[in-house]
């Protein structure tokens, strides 16, 4: 079946400018999460959902950073104004049940560069 | 402050070496431990997790680890390990990562 994808898989972007990254989790899945993975580094947690309510942000590095899933089902990660800093891989990953205590499935990643 | 450890950053073995990799944990709540583990240029996948019940977990590929509540710690084991288990694995405590370990077995 069809497993988490990520889209775009490559982004490359001028200082300055939004970027929006798109997360389709497993059809059925309750809840999304989303990471930050620098080189060499093990992924770094931004935010998740639980259905379409944000649960935890208080991985969100700044206010330039948010993160919505308005139907429960894709998710949008958008960074508004990017530095060089942001410049690192973007997993997406979704879990059946609840967050927390169950498998995560992950996507292959959006990778993000800030030129 | 919530934190996972892992100690080894790279750890390289021959094959049929045995394998432990550690990892610790600083968390106020209920814990739920997982390892993932990722293989050259593939997504991450789960190794194997622990709940709750027996602290003795076994996973896919012959991979254990063992949880022991007192030392904080859900160390990664597998007997004898092959070339094949070259990758970079993660230990995982509810939704936070620890840094990784890259595990390279030489043929």
């Known amino acids: 079946g069809a497993g988490v994808s990520q889209s775009p898989r490559y982004k490359v972007t001028k200082r300055g400018q939004d970027v929006a990254l798109r997360c389709d989790p497993i059809?059925?899945?309750?809840?999304l999460y989303w990471y930050r993975q620098a080189l060499g580094q093990g992924p770094e947690f931004l935010t998740y959902?639980?259905?379409?309510?944000?649960?935890?942000k208080s991985g969100l590095p700044n206010d330039r950073f948010s993160a919505e899933r308005p139907e429960g089902s894709i998710s949008t990660l958008t960074i508004q104004r990017t530095e060089q800093r942001d410049s690192a891989m973007y997993r997406c990953?979704?879990?059946?049940?609840?967050?927390?205590?169950?498998?995560?499935?992950f996507g292959p990643g959006t990778r993000l560069t800030v030129l | 402050a919530q934190s996972v450890s892992q100690h080894n950053h790279h750890v390289i073995l021959s094959e049929a070496a045995s394998l432990e990799l550690g990892c610790n944990y600083s968390?106020?709540?209920?814990?739920?431990l997982f390892w993932y583990v990722q293989y050259p240029g593939q997504h991450l996948q789960l190794l194997l997790k622990?709940?709750?019940?027996?602290?003795l977990v076994k996973g896919i590929k012959g991979f254990e680890a063992e949880f022991i509540k007192s030392k904080f710690s859900f160390n990664l084991r597998k007997p004898s390990v092959q070339w094949s288990d070259t990758a970079e694995y993660f230990c995982?405590?509810?939704?936070?990562f620890g840094a990784g370990t890259r595990l390279t077995v030489k043929p």
């Open positions: 990953a979704s879990s059946l049940r609840l967050a927390g205590i169950n498998e995560q499935f």
């Open positions: 059809s059925g899945h309750v809840s």
């Open positions: 959902f639980n259905y379409e309510a944000q649960q935890d």
């Open positions: 968390y106020g709540g209920t814990v739920n």
């Open positions: 622990y709940f709750s019940g027996d602290p």
């Open positions: 995982a405590v509810n939704m936070r």
